[in-house]
């Protein structure tokens, strides 16, 4: 069990799509991470959202000329980004053995997206197994982009995950860092509790 499905018991796509749109109502900026991806790889580029929840950023760059599919284990969440964009492609699958191939979907996406906390809410042990996964995804020179906290202030788990095993898990899956940001607006990273890492296949 992943550490996200201990937090929510696997029910919580309305109450966090809700969230979000509320935010949005209040003229908050919900789409950072859409707007860095698009600084990445340019429209039309193939993105695949891992752990891509209700479908917001996904939804977002698809909004703006990107190709893309989404996948999540959550059902719930799954629910809520299909029908809010039918029209795109949604996976149910764990990332940990998640494979585009068998799932019918064309490999070598130019960027893979992972925001939302996705690696500190993975299944315990399972961290190394999905970086490989993703990098697997990649075509050669693709991207990998994941945002997600380092201490108990920007999680709502106990941390478990530091940069530095990080970068070695992505580094085992063939993966070089190349940016690595404080923010999804890429604000220069000064080693505080939030971090946002580009690695290049």
């Given at each position: 069990?992943?550490?996200?499905?201990?937090?929510?018991?696997?029910?919580?796509?309305?109450?966090?799509?809700?969230?979000?749109?509320?935010?949005?109502?209040?003229?908050?900026?919900?789409?950072?991470?859409?707007?860095?991806?698009a600084?990445?790889?340019?429209?039309?580029?193939?993105?695949?959202?891992?752990?891509?929840g209700?479908?917001?950023?996904?939804?977002?760059?698809?909004?703006?000329?990107?190709?893309?599919?989404?996948?999540?284990r959550?059902?719930?969440?799954?629910?809520?980004?299909?029908?809010?964009?039918?029209?795109?492609?949604?996976?149910?699958?764990?990332?940990?053995?998640?494979?585009?191939?068998?799932?019918?979907?064309?490999?070598?996406?130019?960027?893979?997206?992972?925001?939302?906390?996705?690696?500190?809410?993975?299944?315990?042990g399972?961290?190394?197994?999905?970086?490989?996964?993703?990098?697997?995804?990649?075509?050669?020179?693709?991207?990998?982009?994941?945002?997600?906290?380092?201490?108990?202030?920007?999680?709502?788990?106990?941390?478990?995950?530091?940069?530095?095993?990080?970068?070695?898990?992505?580094?085992?899956?063939?993966?070089?860092?190349?940016?690595?940001?404080?923010?999804?607006?890429?604000?220069?990273?000064?080693?505080?509790?939030?971090?946002?890492?580009?690695?290049?296949?």
């Amino acid at each position: 069990m992943s550490r996200w499905e201990k937090l929510t018991g696997g029910v919580s796509g309305e109450q966090y799509a809700a969230r979000f749109a509320q935010l949005a109502e209040q003229g908050e900026d919900v789409h950072g991470e859409a707007r860095l991806c698009a600084t990445l790889v340019s429209p039309g580029a193939r993105v695949l959202d891992a752990g891509c929840g209700t479908g917001r950023v996904l939804i977002r760059l698809a909004q703006l000329g990107y190709e893309g599919v989404g996948v999540d284990r959550d059902a719930s969440m799954l629910a809520v980004a299909r029908r809010n964009a039918p029209e795109l492609t949604w996976l149910q699958a764990d990332l940990s053995d998640f494979d585009p191939a068998t799932a019918g979907v064309t490999t070598g996406f130019d960027l893979v997206v992972a925001a939302g906390n996705i690696f500190p809410l993975l299944a315990p042990g399972t961290e190394a197994a999905v970086a490989a996964r993703l990098a697997h995804a990649l075509r050669p020179g693709g991207l990998l982009v994941a945002g997600f906290g380092l201490d108990r202030e920007h999680l709502p788990v106990p941390p478990s995950l530091t940069l530095g095993e990080y970068d070695a898990y992505c580094g085992a899956a063939g993966l070089t860092l190349t940016d690595r940001f404080a923010t999804w607006d890429a604000d220069p990273y000064d080693g505080g509790g939030y971090a946002v890492s580009v690695h290049r296949r």
